[in-house]
């Protein structure tokens, strides 16, 4: 976005809900689009927010069994509470976007911490999760454009639990009229890329084109299977979350269109896991390499996105441009 900045020669650093049509995600991705898209957070803001949530909520319990329980070896309530307060920090009511445009904060007296998700006025938000009854079954799309019954009401903390329940991690939450029970959509869907791009054309089905930025969280090693049943069972749970045949798909399909950018950290991330927000040093400086190292693809990317920008509230006629989060 500072890049983005400096070409179109703005005095600040623009926000991704004023360049995107459309803002996805699942498990930690799903979060994220959540704070980008429906609370309309800067770059700076979403990364020192999800530091705050990682840090409350990917504390261990104080006791629990090898190999995790079903429940979760991190505390849900935890994390309903973490998002909660960030919801209240960056609460899109009126009343307290008034209050902080007077430099007023709003994190301890904003009323709305059970905010719903769903928001025509905010840039177009996709959070994915699967039913833990049937997790080969397709995703299902939390769309703050929805304007169907089932899930109408879901705040954003209940959306934020669904997408981020993985296994052994976070216990699953039922939620929305029929109390439907989710998980996060990593297995099968830790790359939803394809998934969203399917959503952006069926919302925007008189775009022609897209701009698409794929963002992920790192390329692991190779997976290969040892000759233990564990080993087997470690292999098989990688293949299943592994986001790397999805980008080879896309990178096949969109070619040198200029429609798909995939930004994927190709070493350092590659152990370092989902709760291991303690490391972000280590994040930042692996990601800030692998950025001075691809800077004529960013600015490939951010020439392709002036290329479809138009005024805030407008869209153009032929683009799309979509940001995936993973």
Same mark, same amino acid.
Not at 96 to 117: A, I, M, W, Y
Not at 193 to 212: D, M, N, S, T, Y
Not at 219 to 229: K, L, P, W
């Given at each position: 976005? @500072?890049?983005?900045?400096? /070409? !179109?020669?703005?005095?600040?650093?623009?926000?991704?809900?004023?360049?995107?049509?459309?803002?996805?995600?699942?498990?930690?991705?799903?979060?994220? %689009?959540?704070?980008?898209?429906?609370?309309?957070?800067?770059?700076?803001?979403?990364?020192?927010?999800?530091?705050?949530?990682?840090?409350?909520?990917? #504390?261990?319990?104080?006791?629990?069994?090898?190999? /995790?329980?079903?429940?979760?070896?991190?505390?849900?309530? *935890?994390? $309903?509470?973490?998002?909660?307060?960030?919801?209240?920090?960056?609460?899109?009511?009126?009343?307290?976007?008034?209050?902080?445009?007077?430099?007023?904060?709003?994190?301890?007296?904003?009323?709305?911490?059970?905010?719903?998700?769903?928001?025509?006025?905010?840039?177009?938000?996709?959070?994915?999760?699967?039913?833990?009854?049937?997790?080969?079954?397709?995703?299902?799309?939390? !769309?703050?454009?929805?304007?169907?019954?089932?899930?109408?009401?879901?705040?954003?903390?209940?959306?934020?639990?669904?997408?981020?329940?993985?296994? =052994?991690?976070?216990?699953?939450?039922?939620?929305?009229?029929? @109390?439907?029970?989710?998980?996060?959509?990593?297995?099968?869907?830790?790359?939803?890329?394809? $998934?969203?791009?399917?959503?952006? !054309?069926?919302?925007?089905?008189?775009?022609?084109?897209?701009?698409?930025?794929?963002?992920?969280?790192?390329?692991?090693?190779?997976?290969?299977?040892?000759? =233990?049943?564990? *080993?087997?069972?470690?292999?098989?749970?990688?293949?299943? #979350?592994?986001?790397?045949?999805? &980008?080879?798909?896309?990178? +096949?399909?969109?070619?040198?269109?200029?429609?798909?950018?995939?930004?994927?950290? +190709?070493?350092?991330?590659?152990?370092?896991?989902? &709760?291991?927000? !303690?490391? &972000?040093? @280590?994040?930042? %400086?692996? =990601?800030?390499?692998?950025?001075?190292?691809?800077?004529?693809?960013?600015?490939?990317?951010?020439?392709?996105?002036?290329?479809?920008?138009?005024?805030?509230?407008?869209?153009?006629?032929? &683009?799309?441009?979509?940001?995936?989060?993973?």
């Amino acid at each position: 976005m @500072e890049d983005i900045r400096d /070409a !179109q020669k703005l005095d600040h650093v623009p926000r991704p809900c004023d360049h995107f049509d459309l803002i996805g995600g699942t498990s930690t991705g799903g979060i994220i %689009a959540l704070m980008l898209g429906r609370l309309g957070m800067t770059v700076d803001e979403c990364i020192r927010a999800y530091r705050k949530v990682a840090r409350r909520a990917f #504390t261990p319990k104080r006791t629990y069994t090898l190999p /995790a329980s079903p429940s979760g070896c991190f505390s849900a309530t *935890a994390l $309903e509470k973490a998002i909660r307060l960030i919801t209240r920090e960056f609460c899109t009511h009126e009343l307290c976007v008034n209050r902080r445009r007077q430099g007023k904060e709003t994190t301890d007296t904003c009323p709305h911490s059970d905010l719903v998700f769903r928001d025509k006025t905010c840039t177009k938000t996709v959070v994915l999760a699967i039913t833990k009854s049937n997790v080969d079954a397709r995703p299902t799309l939390f !769309q703050t454009y929805d304007r169907s019954t089932p899930f109408e009401g879901c705040t954003i903390w209940e959306v934020a639990r669904a997408t981020s329940a993985a296994t =052994t991690f976070f216990a699953p939450i039922s939620v929305g009229r029929d @109390e439907v029970e989710f998980i996060d959509a990593g297995f099968g869907y830790n790359n939803p890329c394809e $998934e969203l791009i399917r959503e952006a !054309q069926r919302v925007f089905p008189g775009h022609k084109e897209l701009c698409i930025l794929s963002i992920g969280a790192g390329i692991g090693s190779v997976v290969d299977i040892g000759d =233990t049943r564990m *080993a087997i069972i470690d292999a098989l749970k990688l293949i299943a #979350t592994s986001s790397r045949k999805v &980008s080879e798909r896309l990178s +096949d399909r969109y070619g040198d269109s200029g429609q798909y950018f995939r930004f994927d950290v +190709d070493r350092g991330l590659g152990d370092i896991r989902l &709760s291991d927000w !303690q490391l &972000s040093k @280590e994040i930042s %400086a692996h =990601t800030t390499n692998y950025l001075n190292e691809n800077v004529r693809i960013v600015k490939r990317f951010v020439d392709a996105l002036k290329g479809s920008a138009q005024p805030a509230g407008t869209l153009r006629s032929t &683009s799309t441009t979509a940001g995936m989060l993973t």
